[in-house]
């Protein structure tokens, strides 16, 4: 084979598993800056971004979707945080409550914007005071399927999730969980509120259990692939259909994006495992960060692991940071 024809074949396989991702999302036409969608609005220096409404696409997904996992969702809802109305919608209010930031000004939607698929559009994420981080805000949506949270996957559950953010000084900046919790504690409505949830006064623990609650809501399903899975095989192009071979057979995208490599992995599309692909730190000095990471993180504090995350180069060493030895990169 001619490098031409290899390379007009390598395209073929390219467009083809493209589709397969193109048709599992529902396409939306750029309107106004309000509905976010589009490019976020640029920042000046100091500025944190504009806090996101709640709206029609923040509101609990239905379970009625085509493709919902039942079973699945059943088993990853922890039985101590069942999915109440009450506990939903205290959860939801939360989410876009920027009190819980250091000044006020930024919220969980603030990076996990529901009108933007649960993720701010950056490539890293602005928090208070304009402060950029060093990692973009990971998709909230079906993340109550992941067997760990953040790109690192430094903690397990997202209740941990919910904290952490909160008192990242690039991110919320609260000086603690506690101080955020003291500002919303004296409203009388979120005084009713989580009263009616759990039957308690306000307090750190609840507060983060409605927002991990909320969360749980956040799934999207019901694309034109799963109709396709469901059975209705002009829901997707013929293209979509051959890219949905190759994704699973000569294009091997199913050794990462799949429970096993031997079954098809409808739902999520993950391993839950993390893999080094070969970019992103190539252009780095691995081993002096490794040996900082090592330094600066001797203790392994869950609070030091977040701040080295998002605030500094060492960032790019990814889960290294969680085991913080080099013989491990």
Same mark, same amino acid.
């Given at each position: 084979?001619? @490098? ?38 640029? *920042? ?38 069942? *999915?109440?109305? @009450? #506990? ?20 969980? +939607? ?13 490539? #890293? ?16 949506? =079906? ?14 559950? *997202? ?43 306000? =307090? ?25 899975? +469901? ?7 013929? $293209? ?8 699973? #057979? ?7 994006? +799949? ?16 893999? =080094? ?15 900082? @990471? ?6 392994? #504090?869950?609070? @030091? ?6 605030? $500094?180069?060492?960032?790019? *060493? ?12």
């Amino acid at each position: 084979m001619t @490098a031409n024809r290899w390379i007009a074949a390598s395209l073929t396989v390219v467009t083809a598993v493209l589709s397969v991702y193109l048709c599992a999302a529902v396409a939306a036409p750029t309107v106004s800056e309000d509905t976010g969608i589009g490019p976020p609005p640029p *920042l000046a220096p100091g500025q944190a971004p504009p806090l996101p409404q709640a709206g029609p696409l923040a509101r609990p997904r239905s379970q009625d979707q085509v493709g919902f996992p039942v079973a699945l969702t059943a088993s990853v809802i922890p039985p101590a945080s069942p *999915l109440t109305p @009450a #506990t939903v919608a205290l959860g939801e209010k939360l989410f876009f409550e920027s009190r819980l930031s250091g000044d006020g000004t930024v919220a969980c +939607a603030t990076c996990h914007n529901p009108a933007r698929a649960c993720t701010d559009g950056r490539p #890293t994420s602005v928090g208070i005071h304009g402060r950029v981080g060093q990692r973009n805000a990971p998709t909230l949506l =079906n993340a109550l399927y992941n067997k760990t949270q953040f790109w690192d996957g430094r903690v397990n559950t *997202l209740e941990q999730q919910a904290a952490l953010p909160i008192t990242n000084p690039f991110e919320m900046g609260s000086a603690s969980v506690g101080d955020a919790v003291s500002k919303i504690a004296g409203d009388k409505e979120y005084q009713d509120q989580f009263m009616q949830a759990f039957g308690r006064d306000v =307090n750190e623990q609840d507060m983060l259990r409605a927002i991990a609650t909320y969360e749980r809501t956040l799934v999207s399903f019901d694309s034109p692939f799963d109709h396709f899975i +469901a059975g209705d095989k002009d829901a997707i192009s013929d $293209s979509a259909k051959r890219g949905w071979e190759l994704f699973n #057979t000569k294009a091997r995208c199913n050794l990462c994006h +799949a429970l096993t490599d031997k079954q098809r992995d409808v739902t999520v599309f993950t391993d839950n495992d993390f893999h =080094n692909i070969g970019i992103g730190i190539i252009r780095h000095h691995v081993a002096p960060l490794a040996q900082q @990471a090592e330094r600066e993180l001797a203790q392994g #504090t869950l609070q @030091a692991i977040d701040d080295a995350a998002i605030e $500094s180069e060492i960032s790019v *060493l990814g889960r290294f940071l969680r085991a913080v030895q080099r013989s491990q990169l």
